[in-house]
């Protein structure tokens, strides 16, 4: 009963943009820190920006700043990451994790407590 459900992703040119939402059943998302993950074939799943229990408290890895933004809508118990001015070098399916605490950082995969199944990113031509 307890869920994360991706969605948002798709196929987009370079420099495009897209709005990816992260929705929570059977739990709060606001007690949690949500974090996005990417992975792509082949490569390591890496964290791409951490939103914590305390309101206004982001992280953004390096190569995403200034490109995309992660916020939350409580009412909607969803948590969003606009993507923008997106490259090829961005595909991946991209995954949102949970867990409980308020400092934001990206843990081991094996630290988050719920993870949904993943929204597919493609950037081409």
């Known amino acids: 009963q307890l869920q994360l459900v991706e969605s948002g992703g798709g196929l987009v040119q370079p420099g495009g943009s897209l709005r990816l939402s992260c929705a929570a059943s059977g739990f709060t998302l606001d007690y949690y820190t949500i974090t996005w993950f990417r992975q792509a074939p082949g490569k390591e799943r890496e964290g791409v920006s951490c939103?914590?229990?305390?309101?206004?408290?982001?992280l953004y890895a390096d190569s995403v700043k200034g490109r995309f933004t992660i916020s939350r809508d409580n009412a909607k118990n969803t948590v969003y990451l606009q993507v923008n001015s997106l490259e090829p070098e961005d595909t991946a399916i991209y995954y949102c994790a949970a867990r409980p605490g308020s400092l934001c950082a990206f843990r081991p995969l094996y630290a988050y407590n719920y993870w949904g199944q993943g929204t597919q990113v493609t950037v081409s031509s």
């Open positions: 939103s914590s229990r305390t309101r206004g408290s982001t």
